[in-house]
């Protein structure tokens, strides 16, 4: 396939083809698998936040704190940054731009003066359940692609990975 006719996806088989002849013994299926789920995925990612998230003045990542937050507050800080995958030092930053717009608010913990516990504001859980309406939309339409069998059988799948010690490793390196 000429370079001019490639597209985001049709660049795995490419890269594929390429690699394997500048590194024999390349393991073809094992790249394909981790840049198929990286792009799938960071295609969906970009879906979701330029049609969600973007409109809404959030980011990605301030969605997945809010999302957190949503579910789960009160709660601390470090464990906010554990549960979306994120740094704390990142998760810090988003909060001072969460709670500058209103949808956030912070306190000590009871148990630790050291520690932080983060809480959405009334705004923010209104602002939230509808943003959440928008973007279960968009997960459907994603996964409208699939039938449900097809669904059950790649969420366990990705399920059985995830439960792997390289995965449990990395989950713990957040």
Known sequence: MPDDD???????????????RE??????AAMRL????????????????????????????GFRVLFVLWLTAPMEAKRVAQLS?????????????LERDGLVSRRKAGHDRR?????????????????FAAHHDRERTWASALDDDEVATLTRLLDKM?????????????
Do not use: C, K
């Open 23 to 28: 590194q024999p013994g390349l393991d073809a």
């Open 85 to 97: 995958g994120m740094s704390r030092a990142a998760v810090s930053a988003l909060v001072n731009t």
């Open 34 to 61: 981790v840049l198929s789920l990286y792009r799938a995925s960071n295609a969906m990612v970009y879906d979701l936040e330029s049609t969600v998230h973007r409109p809404r003045g959030w980011s990605w990542p």
């Open 162 to 174: 995830m439960a792997s010690p390289v995965a449990r490793a990395a989950n713990r390196r957040h």
């Open 115 to 131: 520690a932080v516990e983060l809480s959405l504001t009334a705004a923010g859980r209104a602002t939230m359940s509808s943003a």
């Open 6 to 20: 490639l597209d985001y996806w049709s660049f795995i088989d490419v890269a594929i083809e390429r690699t394997a």
